[in-house]
């Protein structure tokens, strides 16, 4: 995306009337709910899609990034998705309405 660098700073461009009110939420309804015949449906189809994902995950001569994908399915379905640790060295301010993460130098590598 380019900018303007010419462009005064400060000045926003006005809202358009169709902008919701504040506090006024962009879709009220919600995500549309997954009809329950259809629902039902997939859920009588998990035992054949365990099988399936068994069936790829086991399988020696398929492509091994689809096994692992497979493996990490099934294992994700039967216990959750796994908890990533993310290790993050720094500042955080906030600079004219935006946080501003600053990083530090790495002293423990």
Known sequence: MSHNLNKPEGK???APRSAFR??????PSGRPKVPEDVRLAFREMTPLAVRVLREIAENPLGDAG???RAAETILNR?????VQMTDVRGELSVTRGFWVFAEKGRESE
């Open 12 to 14: 926003k461009r006005p």
């Open 22 to 27: 504040k506090g006024q939420s962009g879709n």
């Open 66 to 68: 689809v096994r692992v």
């Open 78 to 82: 039967a216990w959750g998705t796994p």
